[in-house]
């Protein structure tokens, strides 16, 4: 056998080492419970048909483009309608991404460089998290991904119409699973304009066949742009420095938490850092000894198609928020990530061989230590399966169940996503189960009426509060009262605390169970034990 093929077996025996890497990190993010925005794509899935999710995508109740809901109510058929079946788009997804960097980079960058991009793209936090997030991110970056080996086929010598027509459709796929890929797309249509004057108009033409393709969704567009949802999102982000400065480490370092470390409390980002500052010097070392050989053409075009990707993303979210409209956060910057792990390992190939690998090793080990922490549910989850699980498991029967802890911008909560009961629900929230329900946001309730109702019941109630200071404890006059969203709610006399169990994670979570009075044996109040 010739070196060139053991040389090729070895090196996709390295890639796939490398897509198993990420298959398993990524099966093991995928045991994490959802919550947040995961709720809204759960409730469109369940409560529509396949038209249906077309139609309320098109409403106020969501502001994102169709595709990726499609996808999820595909998968839903086949894995169920819980968060993990609607998750499944995301994982496939982020599983083939991996392998999709080698095919891109090795056309664009070379053999070393697509490597180091491949490794990247396996344990980055960011492309792991969202490869078990029930959202469009993981689809719209395999699309791009797509886009841009199509782009890179068609400007190549042998080039073909169907690498145009190829990019022209995953581009506006990846535009119609999340709205900012465009972004991207703009990045890529440059790179063609200025590396290949004699393909401008071919780019033009296949560029407009891209937009003909999205205007069946111009009025779905255009009324997402006039959604209120779209202010309430920008609320939710904030604005300022500090915030923007979060969103960019976030970017790069994806921290789940209330409160965020400040950076030298950040060792995954120090060591990450300390990467990309030893390729950075070794290539000025190498640039002053005149030792940096001048790349390819192909090369040095493949390189600014990187920076072009990433760049736009960048600069044309920052010139929107100049202009007073704010999308500048880490998820509307997840295009980045499309083209940040081929920029990354660009500079990292371009260190050399002796320090390349160094820094490779930095940037890798960095990025693991996000990524671990990204996969101890205790830190950056929050345990609805397991509460769901323990009020499924109880063996007093009947009575109600009170959902204060809530972390939902749809009518579904997380609780529901996985509580399959026939126990009555009472959930303290101001919205209500309609597709235009993104106006109760403003509406004010009464969670004291909501739990009265909860306890006018023979019991027992489980009332499921969120955060440690949240959970149920004795007033002056013997009875009860917790917290929900920040509001005092006060159980109503003849009603004891029977059992407590507590989930630790980025809020803990407490499933509280009250019996009347006289009923059962134990103290009231007493916890009975921590779940982690």
Known sequence: MDASRLSKRWIWGLVGTLFLAGLVLRLLMLRESAWGDEMSTLWIIRGNDFFGVISTVNSDAEISPPFFFLLAKVSSWIFGQTPTGIRIPSFVAGVLAVPMFYLVGIRALGRRAALYATAIAAVSPFLVYFSANARAYSVMILLLLAATWCLLAATSENGRTWHWVGWSVAGCLAVYSHYTACLAIAGQLVWVLWFFPALRLRALAFTGLMVLLFLPWIGGFKADLDSPTSDILQ?????????????????????????????????????GLAGVLVATL????????????????????????????????????????????????????????????????AGLAAAGPRWGPVALVLVLAGFSVTTARLLDPAKTSISYEKAAESIESDQDRGGAVLDAAIVSPAPLTPLDGYLDTDLREFRMTNIEDRPDFIKDIFRGYDPQQIADQAFDTAGPVRVVTLGEGSAPVRDGQGGYSFLASGTEVLVPAGWREQKRVSFEGVEQLSVSTFVRSGRGSGG????????Q
């Open 282 to 345: 070794a290539v000025i070392v190498r640039l002053a000894r005149g030792s940096l050989p001048r790349p390819p053409a192909e090369r040095a075009r493949g390189v600014w198609l990187a920076v072009l990707m990433v760049g736009s993303v960048f600069v044309i979210e920052l010139l929107m928020l100049a202009a007073g409209t704010d999308i500048f956060g880490a998820r509307n910057l997840a295009p980045v990530w499309a083209g940040l792990p081929l920029l990354i390992a």
């Open 235 to 271: 609320a939710i982000q904030g604005s300022g420095f500090d915030r923007k400065w979060n969103a960019i480490k976030d970017l790069f370092f994806l921290w789940i938490a209330n409160s965020k470390p400040g950076f030298f409390h950040r060792p995954d980002m120090l060591i």
């Open 524 to 531: 009231g109040g007493q916890k009975t034990g921590d779940a």
